[in-house]
């Protein structure tokens, strides 16, 4: 992901808690890249952080395994 489509998502007035359900999990992914990479520079963008953190739980949240799968109940 390019810097420039990193930033329409930073700046998206919509906001995390709108737009990261609705990626898909690609999509999620390559973002979450672009964010680790872009706080892993010396002047990281304004929202970043917070932006990485929301975009961690969302992917967190679609990997979590529903109560019983694991156990074979249906």
Do not use: C
């Not at 930073?10 to 999509?27: M, Q, S, Y």
């Not at 672009?34 to 961690?56: R, S």
């Amino acid at each position: 992901m390019n810097s420039s489509r990193l930033f329409h998502y930073i700046n998206d007035p919509r906001g995390p808690e709108e737009i990261l359900p609705t990626l898909p999990a690609e999509e999620l992914a390559k973002l979450l890249d672009a964010l680790y990479q872009n706080l892993d520079t010396p002047e990281p963008e304004f929202g970043a952080q917070a932006w990485y953190e929301m975009a961690v739980e969302e992917s967190s949240r679609r990997s979590a395994v529903p109560d019983g799968a694991a156990h074979g109940v249906a």
